[in-house]
């Protein structure tokens, strides 16, 4: 038997493909639910990209309500950098959609383009990330995250010692984690 070369497709998977099989389980009502779900991701992901690129390049959004112009224009007013790693190890890490530190204060923005409630609870993990890299005390710098979604900015301004509880749990996490790989 001669197999069908199909090198534009090798590292990809079709969203009724065998690596994602739950869809067999689903009637046509809940696949077109999961597929417009899955293009919302797609388009979430293109929308990311774009505001990224308009931040680099300086270019600025109309103004008004929409979340991505605000969070576009705010990351170029507040002289922001897009889509920054932020690393602890290997098995820590996360990127921040934006995020600036001027003057002993952090800031760090997300936008979210999905209409899911979220939390800040990502955010505060960025913080910690950037806090354990940095080697920066939460207690002893300005903090402000914001998330932008469904034409709001939600400001939060975490606790200090909850970003030192999320740090310390990194640390101990990851030292379990790099016993359990030096077993193997």
């Known amino acids: 038997m001669n197999f069908k070369s199909h090198f534009d497709l090798i590292g990809q998977h079709a969203f009724l493909g065998a690596s994602k099989y739950h869809w067999i389980n ?3 009502e809940k696949v077109c639910d999961s597929y417009l779900k899955f293009l919302a991701t797609q388009k979430g992901t293109r929308l990311h990209e774009f505001a990224s690129e308009c931040i680099c390049l300086g270019i600025k959004l109309p103004k008004g309500k929409k979340a991505l112009n605000n969070y576009v224009n705010d990351a170029i007013g507040f002289r922001m950098i897009a889509e920054q790693p932020l690393f602890y190890s290997d098995n820590s890490f996360g990127t921040a959609d934006s995020i600036s530190f ?3 204060f952090l800031r760090i923005h997300d936008l979210k ?7 800040m609870h990502q ?4 913080t910690a990330l950037f806090c354990l890299e940095y080697n920066y005390k939460p207690t002893e710098i300005g903090i402000e995250l914001r998330i932008y979604q469904l034409d709001e900015i939600l400001v939060h301004i975490p606790d200090p010692e909850e970003i030192l509880r999320i740090m310390n749990k990194i640390i101990v996490f990851d030292k379990a984690i ?5 077993e193997e």
């Open 113 to 119: 383009t999905g209409v899911s409630p979220t939390s």
């Open 178 to 182: 790099e016993k359990i790989k030096s």
């Open 102 to 104: 001027r003057e002993n």
């Open 123 to 126: 955010l505060e993990v960025y």
């Open 26 to 28: 689903y009637d046509e």
